[in-house]
């Protein structure tokens, strides 16, 4: 996809402050300090759209970003950080699961994972709730770039593996300093639209 138009529109908490309209939505999800920001930002050609932050815990919200005027990109908190409060973990649990459940326009979610080390207990707890829940999921393994190329391949069955990926779920291998996967995640992600 050419992206020519890309923008945040709303960081919403609660169902009544998502967008209006029919637009196809795609969440990113994944643990604290994986890359989503970096992924937005290599996906839209921007440097700086989504803040990237070396402290994780950052996005604490619904952050809908609006490409091309016809779909959009949501960055929902990550998990497993453990600098907060059981409570607000809680919350952005709830927030992020009444989200998951409940909105009509999410197409797919696009599940971010290090390609480095094998997928944590808290990717694979979210993996298994978006199959649960029947919601389409392409896991993003990130950071290919910092993985010798030659390891690629066993660091895939890793996170495979690890996750005990469905049949029909793309893995990706992407890199958001080189753009590597870039245009196999848009391939990927325009089959839902």
């Known amino acids: 996809m050419n992206v020519t138009k890309a923008e945040i529109v709303i960081s919403a908490v609660k169902p009544e402050q998502y967008p209006d ?12 300090n994986v890359g989503k920001s970096s992924f937005i930002n290599k996906m839209v050609n921007r440097k ?32 497993g ?28 979610v696009a599940l971010i994972v290090d390609l480095r080390h094998p997928p944590t207990k808290d990717d694979v707890m979210m993996y298994e709730f978006l199959k649960h829940y029947d919601i389409p999921t392409i896991i993003i393994a990130t950071k290919a770039d910092k993985v010798p190329k030659g390891k690629w391949q066993k660091h895939g069955k890793i996170v495979r593996e690890t ?31």
């Open 48 to 79: 700086n759209l989504a803040r990237t932050s070396s402290k994780p815990g950052k996005t604490q919200t619904l952050n809908f970003y609006l490409i091309n005027e016809s779909l959009y990109f949501v960055d929902v908190p990550g998990y």
């Open 163 to 193: 996750l005990k990926m469905a049949d029909g779920d793309k893995l990706i291998l992407f890199s958001a300093e080189t753009g590597q996967g870039k245009e196999e995640a848009w391939a990927a992600l325009e089959r839902f639209l």
């Open 81 to 108: 950080f453990a600098r907060v409060s059981k409570k607000e973990r809680e919350a952005w649990g709830k927030m992020m699961e009444t989200y998951f459940t409940t909105r009509e326009q999410l197409r797919a």
């Open 21 to 32: 309209g029919n637009l196809p939505e795609f969440a990113l999800a994944g643990r604290s």
